[in-house]
C-alpha cells in the first residue's frame, strides 16, 4: 500500500495538514496490504516541519504548540502499526523528516538523497523522543556532526554507515522501491509482523534518557522558542542568509 506525502511547496514540508493527512492515509491502510511504502510526490523527501507556516512575524504560540511536543503522533503511530515500512527517500530528508525516514524500518534511498538535522541552524532544540529516535538508527559520532555542526550525510555515506539499506539512480528509485516492498509482501505476513515487532524492541533498547536530562532538555527547548535566536534562526531561513545569533 502506497502512501505519498504532498506538499504544494514540492518539499514535503511536514506541516500540520501534512501530518493529518499521513495520519489518515495509515487509519485507512487495506485490510490485506502486508507492507507499506512511503514516497514523497516533490523534490524532496521531506525538508521537515513548516517553518513558513509560523508566520512572518514569528507566531511563537504557533510554534510553541506545533514545534514543542516531544512526540510526534505520525512517527508513534508508523512505529506501532503492525505492517513493515519502507521510506523511498528521494531527496533531502532534514529534522523531522529525517526522524520521517527514521520511524520507517527499511530505507532505500536516489543517490543525490541527503540527511540532516538543521535545528541550530534555526536557534531549536530538539526534542527527547526525537533525538532517541535518531540515536537508534545513527552513531554517536555522527549524531553530533549533524547537531553540533550542522553536517549533512550523503546516500552513500549512509549506506556505509547502515541506516539506509539501499541506493539507486535517482531514476530508478521509482521501481527499485516498489520492488523492495514487494520483496517485504512476499513474505509470510505472520512471520513479518512478528519480526517487526522483535527488531522495533530491539531498536528501542538502544537509546534512551534518564528522566534528569531529558527534563532538562525539554525545559531547553521551551525557552529557545521564546529566544532572540530561534526569531533570528527564522528570519535568516526565509530570507536565505547566514543565521547572527547572539546566544541570548
Not at 193 to 220: N, Q, T, Y
Request: glycine fraction near 10%; aromatic fraction near 4%; include cysteine.
Amino acid at each position: 500500500h502506497r502512501i505519498r506525502i504532498v506538499h504544494p511547496d514540492h518539499r514535503g514540508a511536514l506541516s500540520e495538514s501534512v501530518l493529518s493527512g499521513l495520519m489518515e492515509a495509515l487509519a485507512q491502510t487495506p485490510s490485506g496490504a502486508r507492507c507499506l511504502l512511503l514516497a514523497s510526490c516533490g523534490e524532496a523527501f521531506s525538508a521537515g516541519y513548516d517553518i513558513r507556516a509560523l508566520g512572518a512575524p514569528l507566531d511563537v504560540e504557533r510554534a510553541t504548540r506545533t514545534i514543542a511536543p516531544d512526540r510526534v503522533a505520525l512517527f508513534d503511530e508508523l512505529e506501532r502499526q503492525p505492517l513493515p515500512v519502507v521510506a523511498a527517500v528521494n531527496g533531502p530528508a532534514f529534522g523531522g523528516g529525517l526522524e520521517l525516514a527514521l520511524a520507517c524500518d527499511l530505507r532505500i534511498a536516489a543517490s543525490s538523497a541527503t540527511f540532516g538535522a538543521p535545528a541550530g541552524r534555526l536557534g531549536l532544540v530538539y526534542s527527547p523522543g526525537g533525538l532517541e529516535r535518531l540515536a537508534r538508527e545513527i552513531p554517536p559520532g555522527v549524531m553530533a556532526e549533524l547537531f553540533l555542526a550542522g553536517s549533512t550525510v550523503s546516500a552513500e555515506r549512509a549506506y556505509a554507515l547502515g541506516f539506509v539499506g539501499r541506493v539507486v539512480a535517482d531514476g530508478e528509485l521509482e521501481t527499485e522501491s516498489v520492488a523492495l516492498a514487494a520483496e517485504v509482501a512476499e513474505l509470510a505476513p505472520r512471520s513479518a509482523r512478528a519480526h517487526r515487532k522483535a527488531l522495533r524492541a530491539l531498536r528501542a533498547g538502544r537509546a534512551g534518557m534518564s528522566e534528569e536530562p531529558r527534563a532538562e532538555l525539554d525545559r531547553a527547548r521551551l525557552a529557545g522558542l521564546a529566544s532572540p535566536d530561534f526569531a533570528e534562526g527564522i528570519a535568516a531561513f526565509r530570507e536565505h542568509r547566514r543565521a547572527r545569533f547572539s546566544g541570548t
